[in-house]
């Protein structure tokens, strides 16, 4: 049949969108799928996230426990588990002078 024959009636409809790509229906299940996939990454990095900050955060309290013991055993003159005020002014005073020091480099 030529398209002439067709003109004018609900199967040159049917005729012309049976050529035509069905691309609506496949564009919905891809951006379906894309919407999922990206909602999926979403989840799975607020997830890790603070996993990984939670090691981050460990490793920091065990160095700074590890710095706070060796400063009692360095400073703690007599030997008494604390840092006495005397003690603690020892301590804060070279704080300072490391500040300092560290100042004049930079």
Do not use: H, R
């Not at 009636?9 to 691309?23: A, K």
């Amino acid at each position: 049949m030529s398209p002439a024959q067709f003109a004018g009636t609900s199967e040159t409809f049917w005729l012309l969108f049976s050529i035509l790509p069905s691309s609506p229906p496949l564009m919905k299940k891809t951006a379906s799928k894309l919407t999922l996939i990206a909602s999926l990454l979403a989840v799975a990095c607020m997830v890790t996230a603070p996993a990984l900050n939670a090691a981050d955060d460990a490793e920091k309290a065990a160095k700074k426990a590890k710095k706070a013991a060796a400063d009692l055993k360095k400073y703690d003159k007599n030997n008494n588990g604390k840092l006495d005020p005397d003690e603690e002014a020892a301590l804060k005073a070279d704080v300072e002078k490391a500040k300092a020091e560290k100042k004049k480099k930079s």
